[in-house]
């Protein structure tokens, strides 16, 4: 019956997910209030679907929001943090105290004793990394002044996570009857004096650090010699989880100590492979998360005080938006960007659940003050797409300097405008002379070998299958305007190439041919620019030949560009006819002959514009060679 039991809750929440996600996107109001009102519907104040087990699945859903860290951290490389510490710091940290302070102000002109309206205080200064991450990644405002100052703010909060749960117990001094267990659960710290937990906890995070950048590129190194992607994707989970139980051993915030793993790695040729393999976990728990959200608001509390529960969401909202405001007024954001920072970060967050229950088991706060307060936190949280919403459609089309639009033309013109799947002895020729011109190129290639040999010479190269829609997409194929495949496996070209005109027709795809076949079979998918492997080498070795031969140099050049353009067009031509062999072979016999015609033809011919077809070579060896014969003459 317990397995019946799981497979039916997995269905009633999939089911709310499929159902109600589509139909929140069609009406604009983007996936995360999908995800709540999806929870709302099938939770014990709707159709009463779920109960109880709502809340271990929140528990099981946060650590969509541990992974989501973890792929922010790939994103950002340590000198963007190191750029960012101003508003983390500044902004960030002005933000909790200020907030923390009025909030516990409040609280105090509410009858609440200093120790409790402190807590009170600090819990509701958190914001939802989740809810607000989410939705701007969404909507493209992570690359906004704005989204980035959000961005620093949420990471700021993460980490004032930590001090919070060491003061919460502080708090409680002078009540009777607190559980020390309770107040550290069971932590490797836990007993230990307060110097060597402090160290213990700085050589977690150290170990992080060396792991990421010693460990882990040979472990993933030999993974990736297997070839099995199930077992990469198996290590990229294992990564992460043993990351999180760490941290949580420690005392730090899981998604602290992926978030700084995700920071190590983001230099890694192995970014792009692992980002894919993660995304889809992240997307599905925290889609679990926002449902399991929407199922816990107790609208039977709401029910019974409306008034003082709007009330409270009401005078949150309004504390930290003028709070918000005022900071990005003095940290010099524009009115449009100000007002993104201020309507995202209103709410209260997820860190809010837990940091209650902690406060409860402490003694510091007492249920009758918990269940209201959480109530408010998921009303907020549930709030927060809709205020965006009403920002993107009414407010900022009447207000603000419409940074949205630069700020993306400065992402594009930063992302790689070429992709080149496999970096073998084509693809290597083909980046290096773009890199040489200046192009910035975004490699692939699944030999994790040749990946490591190409980074140790200085080269950037990823490791992944460039055959995966999720890969290219990490890889920047939205913003990218040219993919080069130079695989040396046919099959796996022509599935690339299918891959990327469904879901990235405005890429311009040009291809390595190992042959006549494989050029037919990609002209046949749509593909334009198809490039035979062998057919320049062979021109220049057929050049080589005529000269050596005596054929002068711009006479065998005209020659082979002839032939080139010939056999291109024959190759057009014939693909369309292969199907058809008793057609194809006379169609391909009288091209041979047309060709042989027209170089005969052309040899027979006086040439009267012979400079035409000379290079520079061609004139320094034949005017060369006649002065050396006027020398000599006389």
């Known amino acids: 019956m317990h397995g019946e039991g799981f497979f039916y809750q997995a269905f009633v929440y999939l089911a709310a997910a499929v159902i109600s996600v589509p139909i929140a996107k069609r009406l604009g109001l983007g996936s995360v209030l999908g995800y709540l009102i999806a929870g709302i519907a099938i939770g014990p104040f709707g159709l009463g679907l779920i109960g109880e087990e709502g809340k271990d699945v929140m528990q099981f859903a946060e650590f969509g929001v541990v992974m989501m860290l973890f792929l922010i951290g790939l994103e950002l490389e340590p000198t963007r943090v190191w750029r960012l510490r101003a508003p983390i710091l500044g902004l960030g940290g002005l933000q909790v105290a200020l907030s923390t302070a009025v909030v516990a102000g409040l609280a105090l002109l509410l009858g609440l004793e200093w120790r409790s309206a402190l807590a009170v205080g600090m819990i509701l200064s958190l914001s939802s990394t989740a809810i607000v991450l989410q939705t701007l990644s969404e909507k493209g405002l992570m690359r906004t002044a704005g989204g980035q100052s959000a961005f620093s703010v949420l990471l700021f909060q993460d980490l004032a996570v930590i001090p919070m749960l060491a003061i919460l117990p502080l708090l409680a001094a002078g009540t009777v009857g607190v559980d020390p267990a309770a107040a550290h659960g069971d932590a490797w710290i836990d007993g230990l004096p307060a110097l060597l937990r402090m160290a213990v906890v700085v050589g977690a995070v150290g170990a992080i650090v060396v792991a990421g950048r010693f460990l882990t590129r040979p472990a993933f190194r030999l993974i990736a010699s297997t070839r099995l992607r199930e077992l990469f994707t198996a290590a990229a989970l294992l990564l992460v989880i043993g990351i999180a139980l760490l941290m949580a051993q420690v005392g730090l915030s899981p998604a602290l100590g992926t978030f700084v793993a995700g920071v190590v790695l983001a230099n890694s040729e192995y970014r792009h492979e692992l980002e894919s393999d993660i995304d889809p976990f992240k997307g599905l728990?925290?889609?679990?998360?926002?449902?399991?959200?929407?199922?816990?608001?107790?609208?039977?509390?709401?029910?019974?005080?409306?008034?003082?529960?709007?009330?409270?969401?009401?005078?949150?909202?309004?504390?930290?938006?003028?709070?918000?405001?005022?900071?990005?007024?003095?940290?010099?954001?524009?009115?449009?960007?100000?007002?993104?920072?201020?309507?995202?970060?209103?709410?209260?967050?997820?860190?809010?659940?837990?940091?209650?229950?902690?406060?409860?088991?402490?003694?510091?706060?007492?249920?009758?003050?918990?269940?209201?307060?959480?109530?408010?936190?998921?009303?907020?949280?549930?709030?927060?797409?809709?205020?965006?919403?009403?920002?993107?459609?009414?407010?900022?089309?009447?207000?603000?300097?419409?940074?949205?639009?630069?700020?993306?033309?400065?992402?594009?013109?930063?992302?790689?405008?070429?992709?080149?799947?496999?970096?073998?002895?084509?693809?290597?020729?083909?980046?290096?002379?773009?890199?040489?011109?200046?192009?910035?190129?975004?490699?692939?290639?699944?030999?994790?070998?040749?990946?490591?040999?190409?980074?140790?010479?200085?080269?950037?190269?990823?490791?992944?299958?460039?055959?995966?829609?999720?890969?290219?997409?990490?890889?920047?194929?939205?913003?990218?305007?040219?993919?080069?495949?130079?695989?040396?496996?046919?099959?796996?070209?022509?599935?690339?190439?299918?891959?990327?005109?469904?879901?990235?027709?405005?890429?311009?795809?040009?291809?390595?041919?190992?042959?006549?076949?494989?050029?037919?079979?990609?002209?046949?998918?749509?593909?334009?620019?198809?490039?035979?492997?062998?057919?320049?080498?062979?021109?220049?070795?057929?050049?080589?030949?005529?000269?050596?031969?005596?054929?002068?140099?711009?006479?065998?050049?005209?020659?082979?560009?002839?032939?080139?353009?010939?056999?291109?067009?024959?190759?057009?031509e014939l693909a369309s006819l292969r199907h058809d062999r008793k057609h194809y072979i006379n169609v391909a016999r009288q091209r041979i002959r047309d060709l042989e015609e027209l170089l005969l033809a052309d040899l027979g011919e006086r040439d009267e514009n012979l400079d035409a077809g000379w290079d520079t070579e061609s004139l320094r060896e034949e005017f060369g060679g006649a002065a050396a014969g006027d020398t000599r003459e006389s």
């Open 285 to 572: 728990l925290l889609g679990l998360f926002f449902i399991a959200v929407g199922a816990s608001i107790d609208f039977a509390l709401i029910a019974a005080r409306p008034a003082a529960i709007a009330g409270l969401v009401a005078a949150l909202l309004a504390v930290k938006m003028l709070v918000l405001f005022g900071l990005g007024r003095a940290f010099g954001l524009g009115t449009d960007q100000n007002l993104l920072l201020t309507l995202g970060l209103a709410q209260s967050g997820e860190f809010a659940f837990v940091l209650f229950s902690f406060a409860s088991q402490n003694r510091v706060l007492t249920t009758g003050i918990t269940a209201p307060l959480i109530a408010v936190v998921a009303l907020s949280m549930a709030l927060t797409p809709l205020l965006l919403l009403v920002n993107e459609r009414w407010i900022q089309p009447r207000f603000g300097t419409k940074e949205r639009v630069e700020r993306e033309a400065d992402e594009f013109a930063a992302s790689s405008p070429v992709i080149i799947a496999g970096f073998g002895r084509f693809g290597s020729i083909v980046g290096r002379l773009l890199t040489a011109n200046g192009i910035r190129t975004t490699v692939l290639d699944v030999d994790s070998d040749q990946v490591e040999v190409l980074r140790r010479m200085g080269l950037e190269v990823f490791y992944g299958d460039a055959s995966r829609h999720d890969l290219l997409q990490a890889a920047g194929a939205g913003q990218a305007r040219l993919l080069v495949l130079a695989l040396d496996n046919p099959e796996k070209t022509l599935e690339l190439v299918h891959t990327a005109r469904r879901h990235f027709p405005h890429l311009t795809i040009l291809t390595r041919a190992t042959g006549r076949r494989d050029a037919y079979e990609l002209l046949d998918a749509g593909v334009h620019h198809v490039y035979r492997e062998t057919v320049d080498t062979s021109l220049r070795l057929g050049i080589d030949a005529l000269r050596l031969l005596g054929v002068p140099a711009y006479r065998a050049h005209r020659s082979a560009r002839t032939f080139l353009r010939h056999d291109e067009a024959s190759v057009r």
